[in-house]
């Protein structure tokens, strides 16, 4: 079916990776993570502290966002190349194996909203009370999320696979090719990227700031983050063989700019072309509404559109 919305040479062509252009998005977000360090140092101020602490996070998403892309093996035109750059320099400074993830977002994308789909505790039972989103962003806000993420993430990664349905395993093929790595080298990587940054900030005479400032924001603001961007993509919604149906887009350039840095709010368009590398999101987006295939319903001008439409009371 969604090979009818564009052609193959078009297809072909956004389709093609660049590895140099994930390279420089990824030097970008550590540019930016290292300056925003240098600015406390340097700068000492809770204006600064308080500013540096918010754009970590927001960079700690962009890290998460890249990761994705990896996820699909989509940063590189090598896949082992990509899985590198994906795990080493993405997943492992957020204590994360985007093999893991890779495994469960996979099945995501074969049916949103499904029963069975990992994102369904974040996604699904929208819409709700305001209360109750309310108590939902303070539990991010303060940890209790992450720590909780955490635990399920394991559960559901060591989850047996179920045998796969009629046509889905050629479907899965359709996403992406599987990488692997072994526990002992996904926790090396873990301890090493780790390990690399502390040293880093304790020769700068600084340690504790890979505490309040690296760990912390990964706990807390990172995960409001997280639970905003990821509602705005499906929540509310039932599952659909039409995945135009059950995702969202949301243009708003400043608001996206913080929740979904990398192009990531074409969510829609994400999911009918899961080969498209994000930095050919934005040509696919302009592709497919000149055509109408992009229901108007599904465009959003901002989150807080999303969020109110999905609360009550």
Not at 133 to 160: C, E
Not at 256 to 274: D, G
Not at 278 to 305: A, C, D, M, T, V
Request: aromatic share 12%; net charge positive.
């Amino acid at each position: 079916m969604a090979q009818a919305y564009v052609t193959p040479q078009e297809l072909q062509q956004l389709t093609k990776l660049r590895t140099w252009r994930s390279v420089f998005g990824v030097l970008s977000d550590w540019i930016i993570i290292l300056a925003s360090f240098a600015l406390i140092i340097l700068y000492p101020h809770p204006l600064t502290y308080i500013f540096s602490f918010i754009l970590i996070s927001r960079q700690q998403l962009a890290l998460a966002l890249l990761m994705h892309d990896g996820s699909h093996r989509r940063l590189a035109t090598s896949g082992k190349v990509s899985d590198f750059i994906a795990q080493w320099l993405c997943a492992a400074p957020l204590f994360f194996s985007m093999f893991s993830y890779q495994k469960l977002h996979l099945k995501h994308h074969r049916d949103p909203l499904a029963k069975d789909d990992p994102d369904f505790s974040l996604i699904g039972g929208y819409p709700i009370s305001k209360k109750s989103l309310a108590r939902k962003l303070f539990r991010d806000a303060v940890g209790i999320s992450y720590f909780k993420f955490i635990r399920y993430f394991i559960y559901m990664a060591r989850k047996p696979k179920a045998p796969p349905k009629e046509g889905e395993q050629k479907s899965e093929k359709k996403v992406t090719h599987q990488g692997s790595m072994s526990l002992a080298s996904v926790a090396a990587s873990i301890l090493i990227t780790n390990l690399i940054l502390f040293t880093a900030l304790y020769a700068a005479n600084h340690p504790w700031l890979y505490l309040t400032h690296w760990f912390l924001p990964m706990a807390t603001s990172l995960q409001v983050l997280l639970r905003i961007r990821g509602i705005a993509e499906h929540a509310g919604y039932e599952a659909n063989p039409d995945q135009r149906q059950n995702s969202r887009t949301v243009t708003e350039s400043i608001q996206t700019m913080i929740f979904a840095p990398h192009y990531a709010h074409y969510h829609l368009e994400h999911h009918i072309y899961p080969a498209v590398p994000y930095y050919n999101l934005p040509k696919l987006h302009k592709l497919l509404k000149e055509r109408g295939h992009i229901p108007e319903s599904q465009i959003y001008s901002g989150y807080g559109k999303v969020l109110k439409e999905l609360t009550r009371g």
